[in-house]
């Protein structure tokens, strides 16, 4: 079992920033990827950044590229997600997931442990 906490959302105004953290508990010697998701009322869920928490490496939506940074502190066992920019559009649930075997998907049915999100608000 992992346990998932994510902490650090808000309300800022369009470009502003926010810091968002996952802290995990549990079984982490078992977590290979950490994502971040998000899902505005009436939209889907969607991916936004993931990293593998052996190597470091990491993926970006393409709306969030260059405005979002994900990154991870192993010793925490946390991961953050830096947000620069924000846009009104950026507003929604956010959600860190685990992701068992590699971060090779966005698909939602893969990641087998979600967090119980936090909300960001991006006001005009």
């Known amino acids: 079992q992992v346990q998932l906490v994510e902490s650090g959302g808000g309300s800022v105004q369009a470009g502003g920033s926010l810091r968002l953290s996952c802290a995990a508990s549990g079984y982490t010697y078992s977590i290979n990827c950490m994502a971040w998701f998000r899902q505005a009322p009436g939209k889907e869920r969607e991916g936004v950044a993931r990293i593998t928490t052996g190597g470091g490496s990491t993926d970006y939506a393409d709306s969030v590229k260059g405005r979002f940074t994900i990154s991870k502190d192993n010793a925490k066992n946390t991961v953050y997600l830096e947000m620069d920019s924000l846009k009104p559009e950026d507003t929604g649930m956010y959600y860190c997931?685990?992701?068992?075997?590699?971060?090779?998907?966005?698909?939602?049915?893969?990641?087998?442990?979600w967090g119980q999100g936090t909300q960001v608000t991006v006001s005009p």
């Open positions: 997931a685990e992701h068992p075997f590699a971060c090779w998907s966005w698909s939602l049915g893969e990641y087998k442990y």
